[in-house]
C-alpha cells in the first residue's frame, strides 16, 4: 500500500534536547512539506522540499531543521531553540508533475514537552 | 500574499440534513486549485473534494459538493444527507505558486458536529 508514515505517533521533549521526527512516503512524490498543527489555528508551514539535497523555509522555521538526502525520507529536527514545541506536527507530500496537485498526509505526530 | 478564511469556527447539522461550510480566499492569480480536507478526531487529514479555478464546473464527490464563485473568491462545501461520520475538523486550503514553488495555505478551520 502506497502512503506516508510518520513516526513516532508521540514523543516527548525534555528541556534542552533535540528530537527528530521520522517521516516517510512510497508514493514517489517529489515535494514534502512539514507543517505544524496548533489548537484553533489552521496548518502552518514550517519547510518545505521539492527535490532532493534541496529544501526551503516555510513560515516559521525558526527552532527547526530539516534534511532531504533520500526522496522517500523527509525528517525534521526540533532543536533547543524551539521554545514553544508541544503541538501536532504533519508530514506531507505531493507529486511536482501536471495532474499532481493534491497534498497527501501522515497521520501526524504529537510532541509533547516534560 | 494568498490567505484562506474560514468564518465559521464551529457548525452543527442534524442528521440526514444538509450544511454548508464557508471558505474565502485572496489572491491575484488566474490558475490554482482549491481543497477541502477532513480531519477526524484521529487527526488524519483527508482530502474531500478539489476544484480547478479554470474549470467552471463545481466538483462534486458523492454527497460532498462545491460552489465555487471565482469573482467573489469564494468556495463552499456542501454536505448533503450528513451522518455521524461527518463530523471533524474541515480545513479549506489553496495551491499557490510563490517564489518557484507551490505552497499550500489553510484556513483555520470549521468544526462540525452532527446530531444524531
Known amino acids: 500500500d502506497g502512503g506516508i508514515t510518520q513516526s513516532p505517533k508521540y514523543l516527548f521533549r525534555k528541556e534542552g534536547q533535540n528530537v527528530t521526527l521520522s517521516c516517510e512516503q512510497n508514493l514517489n512524490h517529489d515535494a514534502m512539506y512539514w507543517y505544524r498543527q496548533d489548537p484553533g489555528q489552521g496548518l502552518r508551514l514550517i519547510y518545505y522540499s521539492q527535490i532532493v539535497n534541496d529544501f526551503q523555509k516555510g513560515d516559521i522555521a525558526e527552532g527547526y531543521s530539516v534534511s532531504r538526502e533520500k526522496k522517500e525520507s523527509f525528517p525534521l529536527t526540533v532543536t533547543s531553540a524551539q521554545k514553544n514545541p508541544t503541538a501536532f506536527y504533519l508530514c506531507?507530500?505531493?507529486?511536482?508533475?501536471?495532474?499532481?496537485?493534491?497534498?497527501?498526509f501522515g497521520p501526524g505526530t504529537r510532541l509533547l514537552v516534560l | 500574499a494568498q490567505t484562506v478564511t474560514q468564518s465559521q469556527p464551529e457548525m452543527s447539522v442534524q442528521e440526514a440534513e444538509t450544511v454548508t461550510l464557508s471558505c474565502t480566499y485572496d489572491t491575484s492569480e488566474s490558475d490554482y486549485y482549491l481543497f477541502w480536507y477532513k480531519q477526524p478526531p484521529s487527526r488524519q487529514m483527508i482530502l474531500v473534494i478539489r476544484?480547478?479555478?479554470?474549470?467552471?464546473q463545481n466538483a462534486t464527490e458523492n454527497r460532498f459538493s462545491v460552489n465555487f464563485q471565482k469573482a467573489a473568491k469564494s468556495f463552499s462545501l456542501k454536505i448533503s444527507d450528513s451522518q455521524l461520520g461527518d463530523a471533524a475538523m474541515y480545513f479549506c486550503?489553496?495551491?499557490?505558486?510563490?517564489?518557484?514553488?507551490?505552497?499550500?495555505?489553510f484556513g483555520t478551520g470549521t468544526r462540525l458536529k452532527v446530531l444524531a
Open positions: 486550503a489553496y495551491r499557490s505558486w510563490t517564489s518557484g514553488t507551490y505552497k499550500y495555505i
Open positions: 506531507a507530500s505531493s507529486p511536482w508533475t501536471s495532474g499532481g496537485e493534491t497534498q497527501y
Open positions: 476544484q480547478e479555478a479554470y474549470k467552471q
